[in-house]
């Protein structure tokens, strides 16, 4: 056999071994979405999502669940958006390479690493003992920013960083101070990025548990939240506590509530790529 | 060159460092008023370190240090009190790929002036079309300000980064390489503007085109190596240098 | 080297053969007149059409230089000199040529004495030397060299100005033809030096880009 015919045996065994790799994640993704489509899919309506949580699994609903998921993702926004955007212009734009700098930017990148279990216990010692927040949304929203915070820093000052140079010398050429540079030229052009970023932190945000659990989120709710200080449930938290219940109807329930849960991550995602896709669209260099 | 003529610019005894990198030696040189003055030599010789020390473009590089006097029209530009944002307003700079914003048309050329706290919309209106007008740009774009400037061609976009420079009005406009990105019929437009623009502003530009400054400009000053080994007129650079450093660059022999 | 230097070497070289063949011409022409040789002078004749392609070949390279290459101080200053000495020689190779012509045109040679009374052996002589003095300083880059045509020049414009009044002193019918070439002869000889002292020119301009034309020359 000559080299070259052993050569393309082996670039097409590699090909098939590439496909199959690919397909596995994807197989196995199909199977478990099916799965859960097949159990879950009939139990949703809407009073499905208007219903209070109940011992009987079929008057069971998720309206607390998703409407202490929303009040968190709210709050969680309104924290971590301003804190990481202006934490990622300071470290980009004004920050001047020193020993402190490179600290910090080690720091950030660990932090993202830290598991959530941790930013878990530190939300409970500092926002709901230190600060008396109690069990409340805004403890919930404090720690699920911080989890978040570092993924936005990163993701700004990539976004930031992809703004040509050229630019930023133009405006400090027509006598254009830091500020106005980066108010009237930057943040404008790195927008895309950053939205890109901000959203799949917060679709990250949706789906933790563990911190919640925590600081103290309720597995059982029977009221919706009608102020940050109220205590809530989200929908991670329903799921597991379903899931955790013998009856079969909490199993069916469960189901239902992750389709739910995996909707709102996709469009979550999906509004991610078009900012990014119209954004990039816009600012070609 | 006689003492009667007026300067607009003057560098004295500047010396410029990065870290340990002498990048300028001992510069002395003047520039007229309402002339072209070229800058040339081979790359890393200098000559756009010197032309950003007229705006202190360089102050943002960290490891930069300078020392001696540039002065603008008597006034020391590295003084305390000098404010580097009414510096820059007199002095325009025009960078090597066209830089415009993303934003519209008008939007680009009034920034300089918005930046300023100018909200007059007839007056930016006005100053928009004049500075169009001066780059020779107006009757191609007049109709559609609210375009995004990058959609325009590239000679288009640096006419447009003119512009944005002559908006507000400055006495000095810095060019550096401003055609090395530009096909050879933008180029030869915006060649051109520099040749009706040094009626009203003192133009200095950076080029690596020997034919280029041989057209443009009314000066020529070779660096090389962080020193200035000569300044002319252009016409005596080309015909008949004094140095033979200068002589080898220009007919190409180098190295 | 640059292409630009290489180019310029080749024009260099071909200059230089023109400068050779244009020596030639007048030293053939020396010759044939003086010991009136129509062989000589036929063969003059025959190279006056190489020189004239040569010519035509050295237009045709400065131009391309100067379109394709775009030299400036030194490098320019010298593709315009050889454009302009390129011109003299080939006027310095008409002038032997014209000689030659009369040599083939008369029956029996030029009168001896007024041969003699004209100094056209001299002129010859003198002639040779400055271009051969023009030759040296173009491939030595010696404008010293070069500007001692001009001193020379001046021994051709004095035998040139007795010129009519010796042709007359030995005027005769039967001789009137081949004194009237004889004059025209001298007249071109002394043209010659002055084409020659606009190579020096060229030459003095191309190297130390001084203008001495139409100045009073020291």
Redo the contacts between chains.
């Keep these: 056999m000559t080299n070259s015919k052993k050569n393309r045996i082996k670039d097409k065994l590699f090909e098939y071994f590439g496909i199959a790799c690919t397909f596995f994640g994807l197989v196995m993704l199909a199977i478990f979405i099916g799965n859960i489509l097949i159990d879950g899919l009939t139990r949703i309506d809407l009073d499905f999502l208007q219903n209070l949580p109940s011992r009987k699994p079929e008057k069971s609903g998720i309206l607390t669940a998703w409407t202490g998921s929303l009040w968190i993702l709210c709050f969680t926004t309104l924290i971590a958006f301003p804190l990481g955007v202006a934490a990622g212009i300071y470290l980009e734009e004004y920050g001047k390479k020193s020993s402190l700098s490179s600290l910090l930017e080690v720091n950030i990148s660990n932090l993202a690493g830290v598991p959530s279990i941790i930013y878990g216990l530190l939300g409970l010692e500092i926002f709901v003992r230190v600060f008396s927040l109690g069990n409340s949304i805004l403890a919930g929203a404090f720690t699920l920013a911080l989890l978040i915070l570092p993924i936005i820093i990163v993701a700004t000052r990539e976004a930031i960083r992809a703004v040509p140079p050229s630019i930023r010398a133009a405006s400090y050429g027509l006598g254009a101070s830091k500020w106005q540079t980066v108010w009237h030229q930057v943040l404008p052009a790195s927008m895309g990025g950053i939205f890109t970023g901000v959203i799949l932190a917060i679709s990250r945000a949706v789906g933790e548990t563990a911190p919640l659990i925590v600081v103290g989120a309720l597995a059982y709710v029977p009221f919706t939240p009608s102020s940050p200080m109220d205590e809530f449930t989200v929908m991670p938290i329903q799921i597991f506590n379903w899931v955790s219940r013998p009856l079969h109807g909490f199993t069916i329930n469960a189901a239902a509530a992750i389709i739910i849960l995996l909707l709102i991550t996709f469009i979550m995602n999906g509004i991610a790529v078009y900012l990014r896709n119209k954004w990039q669209k816009k600012i070609s260099w | 060159m006689t003492n009667e003529l007026n300067y607009i610019l003057e560098s004295k005894n500047v010396n410029v460092y990065y870290g340990e990198l002498h990048a300028l030696k001992d510069i002395n040189l003047k520039i007229q008023k309402n002339s072209v003055t070229a800058l040339i030599g081979p790359s890393g010789c200098g000559k756009s370190t010197f032309l950003r020390v007229f705006n202190r473009m360089n102050d943002y590089i960290d490891s930069f240090k300078i020392e001696g006097d540039v002065f603008m029209e008597g006034q020391n530009i590295y003084d305390k009190k000098v404010r580097v944002d009414e510096l820059r307003k007199n002095i325009g700079m025009v960078f090597q790929k066209p830089n415009p914003f993303p934003k519209s048309i008008y939007e680009n050329v009034a920034y300089g002036l918005k930046i300023q706290g100018i909200k007059d919309k007839e007056f930016l209106m006005d100053r928009v079309e004049n500075s169009l007008k001066q780059a020779a740009l107006w009757d191609e774009v007049k109709d559609d300000l609210k375009k995004s400037a990058l959609a325009l061609s590239g000679g288009q976009q640096q006419r447009i980064c003119i512009a944005r420079a002559l908006a507000v009005e400055p006495n000095v406009l810095l060019m550096d390489e401003p055609t090395s990105a530009l096909d050879p019929i933008s180029t030869a437009k915006v060649e051109e503007l520099i040749n009706e623009l040094k009626e009203k502003y003192t133009i200095v530009i950076v080029t690596h085109n020997m034919q280029q400054a041989s057209r443009v400009s009314d000066n020529t000053a070779f660096f090389y190596m962080g020193d200035l080994i000569e300044h002319a007129k252009t016409e005596d650079i080309f015909r008949n240098p004094k140095k033979e450093r200068t002589q080898n660059y220009i007919t190409g022999r180098f190295g | 080297m ?1 292409l ?2 290489q180019e310029l070497k080749d024009l260099r070289q071909e200059l230089l053969n023109m400068f050779l063949a244009v020596n030639n011409q007048l030293t053939k022409s020396e010759k044939s007149f003086l010991e009136f040789d129509k062989d000589l002078a036929s063969e003059i004749a025959n190279s006056e059409k190489r020189i004239n392609s040569l010519e035509l070949k050295i237009d045709r390279d400065c131009e391309n230089i100067l379109a394709l290459y ?8 010298f593709v315009l000199s050889v454009y302009k000495i390129n011109h003299e020689l080939e006027r310095i190779a008409d002038i032997a040529d014209g000689i030659a012509d009369y040599v083939n045109d008369l029956d029996s040679g030029f009168p001896k004495n007024a041969v003699k009374d004209v100094r056209i052996k001299e002129m010859f002589i003198q002639c040779k030397s400055m271009f051969e003095n023009v030759i040296e300083a173009f491939e030595k880059e010696d404008t010293s060299i070069a500007r001692r045509v001009f001193k020379q020049d001046e021994l051709l414009n004095q035998i040139n100005l007795n010129g009519s009044k010796n042709i007359i002193k030995n005027y005769s019918e039967k001789n009137a033809k081949s004194l009237f070439f004889l004059l025209s002869c001298v007249r071109k000889l002394e043209r010659a030096g002055d084409l020659i002292k606009n190579i020096s020119e060229e030459l003095i301009f191309s190297i130390e ?1 001084k203008v001495v034309k139409h100045k009073k020359k020291k």
Excluded: G, I, Q, W
């Design positions: 640059t630009l230097e775009s030299p400036v101080a030194v490098d320019l200053r880009s």
